[in-house]
C-alpha cells in the first residue's frame, strides 16, 4: 500500500543550524510529494510540494527534493529559526486516489535561541 | 478569499453525545476532504465529497460517523453517539477540480470526556 515514514521527534535544534527532517515514501504510481506545517495553536499550512521526479520544492527557507531512486523528499533549512518551531508533516498523493493525502507521523521542531 | 474556515475550534463533551462540526470551503472549490489526528498519531483520511457527492468515504471509522454536505457549499461531520477514541482534532480541507494541492482549516479539537 502506500505510506510515508518520516523521522520520529521531537527535533532539537540551536538557532543557526542546519536542519534535516528525513521523509521517505511508498506508493504505487507517481506520487507528488508535500510538507505542511503546523505552528503552535494553528492549522495545517502547505509548506512546498514537488509533483514529479527531481523537482525541488522551496519556500521560506526550506527545501526539498523528490528523489525517486530514494524514494526520499528530505526537508532541509540552512539556518533554522525559533520561529521554525512548529510540526512538520511529510505526505503525498496520487491523481488514482483523488489526491487523498497520505500522511507521515509529524515529526515535532524545537529551536532553542 | 477567505480560508477554509471550520466551527466550533473546540468541543468538550461527554461520552454519548452527540457534536457536529461544520466546514466551510474556499468559494469555488468543489473537493472537500474531511480528515482527523487522533491522540498525536497520524493523520488520516476520513472521507472526499465532490460538489454534494461522497467520492470516497473509505476511512470513516463506523456508522457514528455521518457527513453531509449540503447544495455543494459547507459540510457537516455528526459523531452520534460520541466516543472516548473520537478525541482529537478534526481537519476540512479543499481543492479546485483537479487541484492536488489541498488548502486546510485550523481544525476542531474534540475531546470526549
Known amino acids: 500500500g502506500n505510506s510515508v515514514t518520516q523521522m520520529e521527534g521531537p527535533v532539537t535544534l540551536s538557532e543557526e543550524a542546519f536542519l534535516t527532517i528525513n521523509c521517505t515514501y511508498t506508493a504505487t504510481g507517481y506520487p507528488s510529494l508535500f510538507w505542511y506545517v503546523q505552528y503552535p495553536g494553528e492549522g495545517l499550512q502547505l509548506l512546498l510540494k514537488a509533483t514529479k521526479a527531481d523537482d525541488k520544492g522551496s519556500n521560506k527557507g526550506f527545501e526539498a527534493t523528490y528523489r525517486k531512486e530514494t524514494t526520499s523528499f528530505h526537508l532541509e533549512k540552512g539556518s533554522v529559526q525559533v520561529s521554525d518551531s512548529a510540526v512538520y508533516f511529510c505526505?503525498?498523493?496520487?491523481?488514482?486516489?483523488?489526491?487523498?493525502?497520505?500522511w507521515g507521523a509529524g515529526t515535532k521542531l524545537i529551536i532553542k535561541p | 478569499e477567505a480560508g477554509v474556515t471550520q466551527f466550533p475550534s473546540h468541543s468538550v463533551i461527554e461520552k454519548g453525545q452527540t457534536v457536529t462540526l461544520r466546514c466551510d470551503p474556499i468559494s469555488g472549490h468543489d473537493n472537500l476532504y474531511w480528515y482527523r489526528r487522533v491522540m498525536g498519531k497520524e493523520i488520516k483520511f476520513l472521507l472526499h465529497?465532490?460538489?454534494?457527492?461522497?467520492?470516497?468515504e473509505s476511512g470513516m471509522p463506523n456508522n457514528r460517523f455521518l457527513a453531509e454536505r449540503t447544495g455543494g457549499t459547507y459540510s457537516t461531520l455528526k459523531v452520534q453517539p460520541a466516543e472516548l477514541e473520537d478525541s482529537g482534532v478534526y481537519f476540512c480541507?479543499?481543492?479546485?477540480?483537479?487541484?492536488?494541492?489541498?488548502?486546510f482549516g485550523p481544525g476542531t479539537r474534540l475531546l470526549v470526556l
Open positions: 505526505a503525498l498523493t496520487l491523481k488514482d486516489s483523488n489526491y487523498q493525502l497520505i
Open positions: 465529497f465532490v460538489k454534494e457527492s461522497k467520492q470516497d
Open positions: 480541507a479543499s481543492s479546485q477540480v483537479g487541484g492536488e494541492t489541498q488548502y
